[in-house]
Structures are given as structure tokens and as C-alpha cells.
């Protein structure tokens, strides 16, 4: 069970192609600061959808290594301003790092622990916030991937 989730996540996060032919990484990191940042009407950016879904990677992994949930949805879009290629890159290191430690966290958990409580009751199992992950992370990949072709075809 460990590894098929640890697999869907590095096919959504980091390597994989199966269902939406694409992932995470890939798409953030073939794009400038200046992309990413770019505004397509109302949309988010896609570095602030990349942040985002950062966030929550980070916020689950702190559990996961025996912290406290820290995390609040109404900050998940706090990004810090991006004026540099530096900065862009950044954060899609910390976006590839802990995608990483993530996934190796979720493949060498105990069968046992994905039927406990995170956290809270009202949060649901270690399963249920590992699957919200991916559903989340396929559902801005979707978002990110949109944006990327409307910034590309205003260049042309």
C-alpha cells in the first residue's frame, strides 16, 4: 500500500507521466521567474500555486517527522514576493525537496500507522490526508498546466 502511494505521488510531484502526461516538477522547472509569476486575468500565478501546494507538503511532512501540525489554510497563499530568478528557484527546490521527503516518508511508513488519526479525529487517517495530497496536487498540476499554455501562446 506504502509504495503505491508513494508511487502516485512521484508520478503527480516529481517523474511520473501516466495520468496527466506531465507532473509537477516538470512544469516548474521549465519555466522563467518571470512566467511564473506572470498574471493571466484572474488566475493565480503559477508560482503561487506552486507555493501552495508546497505548503501543504511541508505542513504534513513536519508531522510526519514528529512535529506538530502547524499549518492554517487562510496562510496557504501567503507566498513571499518573487523578484528574481533566485527566488523562483528558490522555492521550486524547496517545492522538489520536500516532494522527496515527502514520498520517502509515505513509502517507509508502517502499514498500520495509515489507519490511525492525523493529528485530530475531525482530520481524518495518515490514508485519507496522503490521498488528499495527491487529489490536491493533480488538481493545481491541472490548474498549472493551463496557465504555462495560455503564458506560452501570449509569446508567440
Known amino acids: 500500500m506504502n509504495n503505491d502511494l ?9 517523474n ?18 518571470k512566467q511564473a509569476i ?9 508560482a503561487l500555486l506552486t507555493f501552495h501546494v508546497n ?4 505542513g504534513l511532512l513536519k508531522v510526519f517527522e514528529g512535529g506538530n501540525l502547524e499549518i492554517k489554510d487562510k496562510f496557504s497563499f501567503d507566498m513571499p514576493e518573487i523578484t528574481s530568478e533566485t527566488d523562483w528557484l528558490n522555492l521550486v527546490d524547496d517545492f522538489v525537496s520536500n516532494a522527496e521527503k515527502f514520498i520517502n516518508h509515505v513509502e517507509k511508513m508502517e502499514d498500520s500507522l495509515l489507519t490511525q488519526t492525523f493529528v485530530k479525529e475531525e482530520y481524518g487517517s495518515y490514508l485519507r490526508n496522503i490521498e488528499a495530497q495527491i487529489e490536491h496536487s493533480y488538481y493545481h498540476l491541472g490548474q498549472v498546466s493551463l496557465i504555462k499554455k495560455l503564458i506560452m501562446q501570449g509569446q508567440n
Open 6 to 14: 508513494a508511487n502516485r505521488l512521484r508520478e503527480v510531484l516529481l
Open 16 to 33: 511520473g507521466k501516466w495520468i496527466a502526461n506531465t507532473n509537477f516538477k516538470e512544469q516548474i522547472t521549465s519555466i522563467s521567474w
Open 38 to 46: 506572470e498574471k493571466v486575468e484572474n488566475l493565480n500565478t503559477i
Open 55 to 58: 505548503y501543504y507538503l511541508k
